[in-house]
């Protein structure tokens, strides 16, 4: 038997006794902030705009179980530092509270559930889901700043090409006089919506199929710039069409093609173009788990450990049911 398989088999009953545990304390944080449970449940489903995020809880339960052998490899031990994570969420869930702020409150909610992960498995665990921790701050609905933002650059984007096309246009704030007629830049054509979910694709992308961080960094970039334009692009050509054709097939036109197809072609070249960079082959291991393996200090019992961690969760609301 190998030294690898050997610690594998030892832990094997260490992990045994710590799922259930971290299972039931993340079932009771969740149980705790059921309201802002269901609000983040709300927002998925409700607004196009984060839909993409009900496909992410399955994408970070793969990430764990593409992890799983590794994982394995690691001896589980409750770490109290780890609670400091979770009084940072707890803290941050009671200013948004108080200020009445809904993503300070659904980002309490992760970290609370991040820090019980941390907890319960420790450091080396911790470090071992390193991408999947960070990619679960996806989860959080954001992004509302920035609408418009890019509703200024697209309307702006939109003014540069019309004049490259010989279109004669005006601009007075989001709203484009053509002879065609009057275009509104709204909310709806920002492209917040896909900027995000292309942000949160590209993040994933980057660690499964790249190494040098160089390119991590250079496909990330890439995955901002690119929707920014594209969306420029869509406003433009459906001004274009519009010119020519006439406003009510150029709406129709926008509903149909310019909306999720034309920027699944937009993936689809982005993921092209980098495909033959990519340098991080499919069966490559997702972390050295003998790298991450060693001693630590800050080591607890897992169920005192678990109970203060409750105990850190329930006390903004009981601090928030006493002030409200």
Excluded at 137 to 166: C, H, K, N, R
Excluded at 168 to 178: E, K, N
Aim: charged residues 10%.
């Amino acid at each position: 038997m190998t030294a690898l398989a050997a610690r594998v088999d030892s832990n094997a009953s260490l992990w045994n006794a710590t799922l259930p545990l971290l299972g039931g304390t993340m079932l009771v944080i969740l149980a705790l902030f059921w309201r802002d449970s269901a609000q983040i449940f709300d927002i998925w489903w409700n607004i196009s705009t984060y839909s993409h995020c009900l496909l992410l809880p399955p994408i970070i339960v793969w990430l764990v179980w593409q992890r799983k052998a590794e994982l394995a490899a690691l001896t589980p031990a409750a770490w109290w530092p780890g609670l400091l994570w979770g009084a940072a969420g707890a803290a941050i869930w009671l200013g948004g509270a108080m200020l009445d702020i809904n993503f300070a409150r659904h980002l309490a909610l992760l970290i609370l559930l991040q820090s019980a992960v941390l907890t319960l498995t420790g450091p080396m665990v911790g470090r071992g889901l390193a991408f999947p921790f960070l990619f679960s701050f996806f989860l959080v609905p954001f992004g509302d700043e920035l609408i418009y933002p890019l509703q200024i650059v697209t309307a702006e984007m939109s003014m540069v090409l019309l004049g490259w096309s010989g279109i004669p246009a005006h601009l007075s704030g989001l709203y484009i006089a053509t002879p065609a007629g009057l275009f509104h830049v709204a909310e709806a054509c920002s492209g917040v919506k896909f900027l995000i979910a292309m942000v949160a694709l590209g993040a994933l992308v980057a660690n499964l199929c790249f190494n040098s961080a160089r390119r991590r960094i250079a496909f990330l970039a890439a995955c901002v710039i690119v929707p920014i334009v594209a969306n420029g692009i869509r406003a433009w050509g459906t001004i274009i069409i519009a010119h020519y054709h006439g406003l009510d097939f150029a709406a129709g036109f926008d509903h149909i093609f310019y909306g999720w197809i034309f920027f699944g072609v937009v993936i689809g070249l982005v993921l092209a173009a980098a495909w033959p960079f990519f340098d991080k082959s499919a069966d490559a291991a997702a972390f050295d788990p003998a790298r991450l393996q060693g001693a630590f200090a800050g080591k607890i019992e897992e169920r005192p450990a678990a109970a203060a961690l409750v105990g850190i969760a329930a006390l903004p609301l009981a601090i928030a049911a006493m002030l409200f």
